[in-house]
């Protein structure tokens, strides 16, 4: 079982371009949760994706938006990016279980975004 | 408002010496408690949780964790530090109808000296 996996490990853009980063859910997960941590700082949650739609969203603006598809792997998507947006990029996949409540969530290594 | 605080950002402590991380929260519904590991250029592992029942919970690699409602705490404690704990921690906070949409604190930097 591979886990979660994310890529790239490591991008590097400029300021105003846009960027796409992708996760692979671990084996048997259907939800995928974004979450951004910027240095010395604790993750932030983005938003969360199950059965193809935006279920729930952080405080972040509509630049951040993302992507999950019938395999359950999603994409984050940043337009018109920030000196701000620079950070470790984490997904986390879980299992929707009956309730609202997911099982455990497994976190990928996550992308570090560099903007300059 | 929902937020979690982890007052101490960095604990030094000796190979063997007990360890507790503090950590403290706010939220305006039963939470769900949780606590991360993340070494350097990693993602976050996850060392305990706490749902419910007991307020004494186990986790992996000898942490445990307490929960205290009336303090608002859940705080990690292990009796014996060993090198290889040397990381950032993370207390985390979420709720049982927001699936994994977790508040976390700022992280506490474990340092292990010899």
């Known amino acids: 079982d591979a886990g979660v996996t994310q890529s790239p490990t490591h991008l590097i853009k400029t300021r105003g371009q846009q960027v796409t980063l992708r996760c692979s859910p671990k084996s048997g997960h259907d939800t995928v949760s974004w979450y951004q941590q910027a240095l010395g700082q604790g993750p932030q949650f983005i938003f969360q994706y199950y059965e193809e739609e935006e279920r729930q969203r952080g405080n972040f603006p509509d630049r951040f938006s993302g992507h999950q598809f019938p395999n359950y792997s999603s994409e984050l998507n940043v337009n018109a990016l920030l000196l701000g947006d620079s950070a470790l990029y984490l997904c986390?996949?879980?299992?929707?279980?009956?309730?609202?409540?997911?099982?455990?969530?497994?976190f990928g290594q996550g992308t570090r975004l560099t903007v300059v | 408002a929902q937020s979690v605080t982890q007052p101490d950002i960095h604990i030094t402590v000796s190979e063997g010496a007990s360890l507790e991380l503090r950590c403290n929260y706010s939220?305006?519904?039963?939470?769900?408690l949780f606590w991360y590991v993340q070494s350097p250029g990693q993602g976050l592992q996850l060392l305990l949780k706490?749902?419910?029942?007991?307020?004494l919970v186990q986790g992996i690699k000898g942490f445990e964790a307490e929960f205290k409602r009336s303090q608002s705490s859940f705080n990690l404690r292990k009796p014996s530090v060993h090198w290889s704990d040397a990381a950032e921690y993370f207390c985390?906070?979420?709720?049982?109808?927001?699936?994994?949409?977790?508040?976390f604190g700022t992280g506490t930097s474990l340092t292990v000296i010899p």
């Open positions: 706490y749902f419910s029942g007991d307020t």
């Open positions: 986390a996949s879980s299992l929707r279980g009956g309730g609202s409540m997911n099982t455990e969530a497994f």
């Open positions: 985390a906070v979420g709720a049982y109808y927001t699936g994994n949409q977790f508040y």
């Open positions: 939220y305006g519904a039963t939470p769900y």
